[in-house]
C-alpha cells in the first residue's frame, strides 16, 4: 500500500488543522492506518490509530482528547482532525499502514507515507 500524507501546515496556538492520509495499492480498507509525528530535537512518536472497520481507535496519551482520527473507505482516506493545537505540537506528522491492530512503535508498520509538517505558533 502506498500512502500520501497532506493537511499540514501553520497554525496558532488553540487553533485547529485536518491532517489527510490517502492510501493506493493494497486493498487499504484491510489496513490499520496510524499517524506518528517527529517532533524537532524529540524524535518520533506515535500520535494516533484506527482499524479497519473503524470502530477501533487509540490514542497517545498525551493526547488527552484533542486529537480525533477517523477514515473513510470509500475514499480510501484517514484522517486526523487536531484541536486546541498546542506550539509543542509542531512537527512532521507520517502516517503508517499495518495489518496488525495496536501497534505504536514505528518499526511495527509496514508502509509509510511521505508526512505533512504542522507548524503550531504560540
Known amino acids: 500500500v502506498q500512502l500520501q500524507a497532506s493537511g499540514g501546515g501553520l497554525a496558532q496556538a488553540g487553533g485547529s488543522l485536518r491532517l489527510s492520509c490517502t492510501a493506493s495499492?493494497?486493498?487499504?480498507?484491510?489496513?490499520?492506518i496510524a499517524w506518528f509525528r517527529q517532533v524537532p530535537g524529540k524524535g518520533g512518536g506515535f500520535v494516533a490509530a484506527i482499524s479497519w472497520t473503524g470502530l477501533g481507535t487509540y490514542y497517545a496519551d498525551f493526547l488527552k482528547g484533542r486529537f480525533t482520527i477517523s477514515r473513510d473507505n470509500a475514499k480510501n482516506t484517514v484522517y486526523l482532525q487536531m484541536t486546541g493545537l498546542k506550539p509543542e505540537d509542531t512537527g512532521r506528522y507520517y502516517c503508517?499502514?499495518?495489518?496488525?491492530?495496536?501497534?505504536?512503535?514505528?518499526?511495527?508498520?509496514?508502509?509509510w507515507g511521505q508526512g505533512t509538517l504542522v507548524t503550531v505558533s504560540s
Open positions: 503508517a499502514a499495518d495489518r496488525e491492530f495496536g501497534l505504536i512503535t514505528w518499526d511495527e508498520y509496514d508502509a
Open positions: 495499492g493494497q486493498t487499504h480498507a484491510q489496513h490499520t
